[in-house]
């Protein structure tokens, strides 16, 4: 009796021990996956701070700019030595400006004029901007040829990459761009404090320029400001009337199964295959201006429209059915269903995937490429018709640059479109937790 009692206990034991082994397996499986996962997002956010570590270390200087501020005579010898002003105003945009801001800065530290070397490195602190700046101040106001007045300058792209530490002064005079006699100078108007480093508000504000310390991003913020404003004008739109067809009035048949799947494989199209459309389409068919804004906006059109139209759909399918069966029973009909009692509960995820599409057409670069967005512009465009760049183009543009200083200038760039990014981002999350319902 007691042998018989025994063996079902026996029995049992091998099968617990199978459970536990089982579990535990599992157990261990389900803590090796967590540490994939964890290890996966240690890496993302490793290379991401790396990423954003090296962009504004070699950025954050781009926001501030040397500039020198001297007394600058506006001698009547070198602007208008025959006093032919009044007659002839051009006379004023050919004067020698540069002469003035280097005899400006070689009178402020002493410099004996007849010292020619010493001449030319007051000159070289000086960025060659300076005739743009001075004409300006002359043509306002030409009674002010013959007087003095203090003037800040902006001081050139080496001498600004010396006072910021960019260059090693350690290496041999031979090897680098800013000599002993320029660093000796710097150094003088250092200690007469006429060296500052405000913030740099050309950087925002200047057009393109082949001087690094005069080179800004004006043209291409207004650039992609036209260009974003004909997206939204023209994708907006046509992106949910074609959602609310296809999704509340469409019958489901194979050519709306068609469209769907075109739709969907559009939103997966390379950004270049738009701009190879666009430049078929709209430039050489249609004749549009190369490098205008209102093409770059039409590319970014059909780039972003697959966007909305996904985002637009998946807002409209998120609204219960019993809002659509309220509205119809009682009497409501098929369009006022959907415009007064749908459409209004799926407008918080249409405006999320409208800025989402916006930010990504603000980020694209290859298709403005193709249909000629990378213009040389200094002047900024008024309207959308007129020869343009934009960030992204503008970013790739100064990457080919030779010179140091547009090194920093590019990830001032990077910098600048990353903030814009991030802020259509996170008004496309606040807008989402802001007006959603949840059923």
């Known amino acids: 009796m007691t042998d018989s009692a025994l063996a079902p206990s026996a029995m049992a034991a091998p099968a617990a021990q199978r459970r536990d082994f089982g579990l535990k397996r599992r157990h261990a499986s389900e803590a090796r996956f967590r540490f994939y996962g964890i290890t996966a997002i240690v890496i993302g956010l490793a290379f991401l701070i790396i990423l954003f570590v090296s962009i504004i270390s070699k950025g954050y200087t781009a926001f501030v700019q040397t500039s020198i501020t001297v007394p600058v005579e506006f001698s009547e010898q070198i602007i208008d030595k025959n006093n032919e002003r009044a007659t002839d105003p051009l006379k004023l945009r050919a004067a020698n400006y540069p002469l003035v801001a280097r005899n400006a800065v070689a009178a402020f530290l002493g410099i004996d004029p007849t010292d020619k070397a010493a001449m030319k490195a007051a000159g070289d602190l000086v960025s060659d901007s300076s005739r743009v700046q001075l004409r300006e101040i002359v043509q306002a106001d030409p009674s002010i040829v013959g007087q003095t007045r203090t003037v800040t300058l902006l001081a050139s792209g080496d001498i600004d990459s010396a006072n910021k530490g960019q260059i090693d002064l350690s290496v041999a005079e031979a090897n680098r761009k800013v000599s002993d006699k320029q660093l000796e100078l710097l150094n003088q108007l250092k200690e007469k404090g006429a060296v500052s480093m405000p913030f740099n508000w050309g950087l925002l504000t200047f057009g393109a320029s082949s001087r690094p310390e005069s080179a800004g991003l004006g043209v291409a913020l207004i650039g992609s400001l036209f260009m974003m404003l004909v997206v939204l004008i023209v994708s907006l739109p046509i992106g949910v009337a074609a959602s609310i067809y296809l999704e509340e009035f469409a019958r489901k048949n194979r050519f709306t199964d068609l469209i769907e799947v075109n739709i969907n494989n559009l939103a997966a199209v390379p950004s270049i295959v738009f701009g190879l459309l666009g430049l078929?389409?709209?430039?050489?068919?249609?004749?549009?201006?190369?490098?205008?804004?209102?093409?770059?906006?039409?590319?970014?059109?059909?780039?972003?429209?697959?966007?909305?139209?996904?985002?637009?759909?998946?807002?409209?399918?998120?609204?219960?059915?019993?809002?659509?069966?309220?509205?119809?029973?009682v009497g409501a009909s098929k369009t006022q269903m959907v415009f007064d009692h749908v459409l209004p509960l799926a407008v918080p995820g249409i405006l999320t995937g409208t800025i989402i599409g916006l930010a990504r057409a603000l980020g694209e670069t290859a298709p403005l490429l193709l249909i000629g967005m990378v213009a040389f512009v200094a002047d900024m465009p008024q309207n959308p018709l007129q020869p343009a760049t934009a960030l992204p183009v503008q970013i790739f543009m100064w990457t080919n640059e030779a010179e140091r200083a547009f090194v920093e200038r590019t990830s001032g760039a990077i910098i600048v479109l990353l903030v814009f990014l991030a802020i259509m981002n996170i008004t496309a999350i606040v807008l989402r937790r802001r007006f959603e319902r949840r059923w």
């Open 280 to 329: 078929a389409v709209f430039i050489n068919f249609f004749g549009m201006p190369r490098s205008a804004p209102i093409v770059g906006g039409l590319v970014l059109s059909l780039m972003t429209l697959p966007t909305i139209i996904i985002a637009t759909r998946a807002a409209l399918r998120s609204v219960p059915p019993s809002i659509r069966t309220a509205a119809l029973g």
